[in-house]
């Protein structure tokens, strides 16, 4: 039987940590245990940076950004006798097991941890929404009610002068926050990893646009794309009629209160991963699926194939 847990947030950081963080904590607490934080993911744990938490050290984070834990990559945590290091500084103050609260990278050192000896339960917390194991991330709603924001002051602007807004969102190499803030902005084109749109594909519908005399159009583009989304936007200009400008959103996508979703979410998923480590289990990530809230094997969710939304696709061209 647990009696010592800890809990930890890595990656990049996201809306609703905060609010997962507090889940744990308050859930370990109510079931007896003690609960550990360490600060700034992976890294603390390998510095030794863990401290004792209570109940009032979670009090008024709920509507907080961020993580209260601080976060990192540490891509050191790969190597086997690093990882022995953070094993060590666990098994001093006799912590049995952890909960992680990251994205995919996160989740292979808890697997690798649970496989050292120290069981380690994943959420999923990261705006990205890339995790096949959920059908929402942590912090992806915040996000994209963010970029919705965002887009609509864009939107005001852009029509006011008539051009092409050429919006770069995040997400890495999943482009679930571009075609969904897309859909809900009615953007004239979305390009994303799974559905790219060849360069002269693009021009010539803008084109058509601006010959209809549209008096805008929104162009959402996920990261990483492009390389280079300011020449991406003269190429537009030159070819299309449209005046275009390129605008990155950046890390203002992953600040801000976490949105009511985000909030229940967390505390759904916290809760859950205590009862796991309480039913000793080990090296699983937590999910919900249909509203569901549900655990993988980390090395089973992360094959999973992604939801590439194929179906929603079609809205894009019907209410265009
Ligand atoms: O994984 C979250 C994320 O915000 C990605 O969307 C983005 O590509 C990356 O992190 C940026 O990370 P950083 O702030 O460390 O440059």
Same mark, same amino acid.
């Given at each position: 039987?647990?009696?010592?847990?800890?809990?930890?947030?890595?990656?990049?950081?996201?809306?609703?940590?905060?609010?997962?963080?507090?889940?744990?904590?308050?859930?370990?607490?109510?079931?007896?245990?003690?609960?550990?934080?360490?600060?700034?993911?992976?890294?603390?744990?390998?510095?030794?940076?863990?401290?004792?938490?209570?109940?009032?050290?979670?009090?008024?984070?709920?509507?907080?950004?961020?993580?209260?834990?601080?976060?990192?990559?540490?891509? =050191?945590?790969?190597?086997?006798?690093?990882?022995?290091?953070?094993? %060590?500084?666990? #098994? !001093? *103050?006799? $912590?049995?097991?952890?909960?992680?609260?990251?994205?995919?990278?996160?989740?292979?050192?808890?697997?690798?941890?649970?496989?050292?000896?120290?069981?380690?339960?994943?959420?999923?917390?990261?705006?990205?929404?890339?995790?096949?194991?959920?059908?929402?991330?942590?912090?992806?709603?915040?996000?994209?009610?963010?970029?919705?924001?965002?887009?609509?002051?864009?939107?005001?602007?852009?029509?006011?002068?008539?051009?092409?807004?050429?919006?770069?969102?995040?997400?890495?190499?999943?482009?679930?926050?571009?075609?969904?803030?897309?859909?809900?902005?009615?953007?004239?084109?979305?390009?994303?990893?799974?559905?790219?749109?060849? =360069?002269?594909?693009?021009?010539?519908?803008?084109?058509?646009?601006? %010959?209809?005399? #549209? !008096? *805008?159009? $929104?162009?959402?583009?996920?990261?990483?794309?492009?390389?280079?989304?300011?020449?991406?936007?003269?190429?537009?200009?030159?070819?299309?009629?449209?005046?275009?400008?390129?605008?990155?959103?950046?890390?203002?996508?992953?600040?801000?209160?976490?949105?009511?979703?985000?909030?229940?979410?967390?505390?759904?998923?916290?809760?859950?991963?205590?009862?796991?480590?309480?039913?000793?289990?080990?090296?699983?990530?937590?999910?919900?699926?249909?509203?569901?809230?549900?655990?993988?094997?980390?090395?089973?969710?992360?094959?999973?194939?992604?939801?590439?939304?194929?179906?929603?696709?079609?809205?894009?061209?019907?209410?265009?």
């Amino acid at each position: 039987m647990i009696s010592k847990i800890g809990v930890l947030t890595s990656g990049g950081d996201a809306p609703g940590m905060n609010c997962a963080i507090r889940a744990v904590v308050r859930a370990g607490l109510k079931y007896g245990l003690e609960v550990f934080g360490v600060m700034d993911g992976y890294k603390g744990l390998v510095e030794d940076d863990i401290f004792p938490m209570d109940r009032h050290y979670v009090s008024n984070i709920v509507n907080r950004g961020g993580t209260i834990l601080g976060t990192a990559r540490l891509r =050191e945590f790969k190597d086997q006798t690093v990882r022995q290091i953070a094993v %060590d500084n666990l #098994r !001093k *103050r006799g $912590i049995d097991a952890l909960v992680v609260i990251g994205g995919d990278g996160s989740y292979m050192g808890a697997k690798k941890l649970t496989e050292m000896g120290i069981n380690c339960v994943g959420l999923p917390g990261t705006i990205d929404n890339d995790i096949a194991s959920t059908d929402y991330t942590i912090g992806y709603d915040t996000c994209l009610n963010t970029i919705v924001d965002a887009v609509d002051k864009i939107r005001d602007t852009t029509e006011s002068h008539q051009r092409c807004a050429v919006i770069e969102v995040m997400g890495n190499h999943c482009g679930d926050l571009a075609l969904f803030s897309g859909i809900a902005e009615g953007a004239e084109m979305i390009i994303t990893p799974d559905h790219p749109i060849p =360069e002269e594909e693009v021009f010539e519908s803008l084109r058509q646009l601006h %010959d209809a005399k #549209r !008096k *805008r159009a $929104i162009v959402i583009v996920s990261e990483k794309i492009y390389p280079d989304i300011f020449a991406f936007a003269e190429r537009i200009t030159k070819a299309t009629g449209f005046e275009a400008k390129a605008e990155v959103l950046g890390r203002i996508q992953r600040g801000g209160s976490p949105s009511a979703f985000d909030r229940i979410l967390a505390a759904r998923m916290g809760a859950h991963a205590v009862d796991c480590l309480l039913d000793g289990k080990g090296g699983i990530c937590v999910g919900m699926v249909n509203n569901k809230i549900v655990d993988y094997d980390i090395y089973e969710a992360l094959q999973l194939p992604r939801d590439k939304h194929v179906s929603v696709l079609r809205l894009i061209d019907i209410l265009k």
